[in-house]
């Protein structure tokens, strides 16, 4: 049962959080929704520790397309950054403002970069194409990010001012926005060989997600003393995270997905 307490508390988390908000909003779709995150999250988890490959795929199906699907197109709640914005602006604690917040902001503190490897449905597409391994040095183009963050803030605001923010013209640009993300994505996937580039250098979500993920609580560990500098760890990693130091300094060290391709390619469990 030790080895499953990360599975546990993953999922208490997630329970705590569905019972409080439960009992502050009475509603009950809101304890129904994180007991279901939290539920998928823990099975996951234990999967990942019991060495299941398919594990992380389980997740991010079952959370990405809950969120998608449910959330986004039949509940019509627009979850991108822009949903954010929008309901952020407009005063509205909704599944979009306590999704950021559980998941993007303040969440990282205790499982970092979780989302991103377990719940993200942009990523649960992009990481069934064939480039899992990021192929080349990392490119510097990741102020990208930064251009579209700040657009789609500016676009969010210039819709107020021109009295055009609506719940109905934000679930059209949730359907436009998602469509735009699959083609980017996979366009750079295609063009970097790599599955997660769209992730390193486009997505406008990892500027919440870094300032908390330096601190987290949940992360891969490394054993200098056990090592034996095979460098078959470094190769797996999709997020080009220097999984070889344990500082949290470490490069790309608050881009790691939690994802354990290098504690499952460690022959001496160095990693853990």
């Not at 914005?85 to 005063?91: A, D, E, T, V």
């Not at 649960?124 to 194409?129: E, F």
């Not at 080349?136 to 021109?162: D, E, N, Q, T, W």
């Not at 056990?226 to 080009?240: A, R, S």
Request: proline share 3%.
């Amino acid at each position: 049962m030790r080895k499953y307490r990360t599975a546990i508390l993953l999922f208490l988390v997630f329970e705590v959080v569905a019972v409080a908000l439960w009992l502050s909003t009475g509603k009950l779709f809101l304890l129904l929704n994180f007991s279901y995150i939290g539920i998928c999250l823990g099975v996951g988890s234990a999967l990942t520790t019991a060495g299941k490959r398919y594990a992380r795929l389980f997740v991010q199906f079952a959370v990405g397309s809950y969120i998608l699907v449910f959330l986004g197109l039949i509940c019509r709640e627009n979850m991108q950054i822009e949903g954010f914005w929008f309901y952020l602006l407009s005063g509205v604690v909704g599944a979009g403002t306590l999704h950021y917040a559980i998941a993007k902001i303040f969440g990282p503190l205790f499982f970092g970069r979780g989302w991103c490897g377990y719940a993200c449905w942009t990523a649960m597409i992009l990481d069934l194409l064939p480039y899992k391994r990021p192929q080349g040095p990392r490119k510097h183009i990741g102020y990208i990010r930064y251009i579209v963050f700040a657009l789609s803030l500016a676009l969010v605001v210039i819709l107020f001012l021109i009295g055009k923010a609506t719940p109905s013209v934000f679930f059209r640009l949730f359907i436009i926005g998602n469509i735009v993300y699959y083609v980017v994505g996979i366009a750079l996937a295609v063009a970097f060989r790599d599955n997660r580039a769209f992730c390193k250098y486009i997505c406008p979500i990892t500027i919440f997600l870094k300032p908390m993920s330096c601190y987290s609580l949940l992360r891969i560990r490394y054993d200098e003393d056990k090592c034996i500098h095979c460098g078959k760890c470094l190769e797996v990693c999709p997020m080009d995270v220097e999984v070889t130091n344990d500082s949290r300094k470490r490069k790309n060290a608050t881009e790691c997905i939690l994802c354990h391709n290098c504690t499952r390619a460690c022959p001496v469990k160095a990693l853990k």
